[in-house]
């Protein structure tokens, strides 16, 4: 059984950081390509950032570039996501995904939800200003 895990969320104050980690299980992880997405209320669940298998290539939304820092550990099997200098519009139901892609490099298909095999259920994370 697969099974994708979020921790990390929580109540940040503007300019906090915080590093939301994703733990899979019941899958080879390394054959992987990991996204993170989020949620707002009353929005479509958008693109964060996504890495490939082996951790050599990153993609990031702008609205995050040269804020979060998408990595992972394929020895412990976990994705993260540092999030510094928190905005109140970063406000959201945070996602991570697994995409069992057949490229070792990125394309666009990790910013499509729908390219992806396995989501977990989600971390909060509120910022207020």
């Known amino acids: 059984q697969v099974q994708l895990v979020e921790s990390g969320g929580g109540q940040a104050q503007a300019g906090d950081s915080l590093r939301l980690s994703c733990a899979a299980s019941?899958?080879?992880?390394?054959?992987?390509?990991m996204g993170w997405f989020r949620q707002a209320p009353g929005k479509e669940r958008e693109f964060v950032a996504g890495?490939?298998?082996?951790?050599?290539?990153?993609d990031y939304a702008d609205s995050v570039k040269g804020r979060f820092t998408i990595s992972r550990d394929n020895a412990k099997n976990t994705a993260y996501l540092q999030m510094n200098n928190l905005k109140p519009e970063d406000t959201a139901l945070y996602y991570c995904?697994?995409?069992?892609?057949?490229?070792?490099?990125?394309?666009?298909?990790?910013?499509?939800?729908?390219?992806?095999?396995?989501w977990g259920q989600g971390t909060q994370v509120t910022v207020s200003s």
């Open positions: 019941g899958l080879t992880f390394s054959s992987y390509a």
């Open positions: 995904a697994g995409d069992r892609t057949p490229f070792s490099s990125l394309t666009h298909r990790i910013r499509i939800p729908s390219e992806y095999d396995y």
């Open positions: 890495i490939s298998k082996s951790g050599g290539n990153t």
